[in-house]
């Protein structure tokens, strides 16, 4: 059927809150696990007032968390 599955999880860094990337990939991750995936993406959107322009702060980085491949989106 061609059908394709993967998994995207979103977070926001708010004022005043910690850099929400750990708990992102945690929560990924338990997709993952549930989809039986070994790949996702983590987006970080920073929404925090004194945050650089946004090309800036775009990052892309590829990591490995508990034993799955995720590339984390920064911006």
Not at 16 to 43: H, I, N, V
Not at 47 to 54: K, R, V
Request: hydrophobic share 35%.
């Amino acid at each position: 059927t061609g059908e394709q599955r993967f998994a995207l999880e979103l977070k926001a860094w708010r004022a005043r809150k910690s850099d929400p990337q750990p708990a992102g990939l945690e929560q990924l991750c338990d997709y993952l696990d549930r989809l039986g995936l070994d790949t996702g993406r983590l987006l970080v959107f920073d929404q925090q007032p004194n945050a650089p322009p946004i090309p800036d702060r775009l990052a892309r980085l590829q990591l490995q968390h508990r034993d799955r491949h995720i590339t984390v989106l920064r911006l």
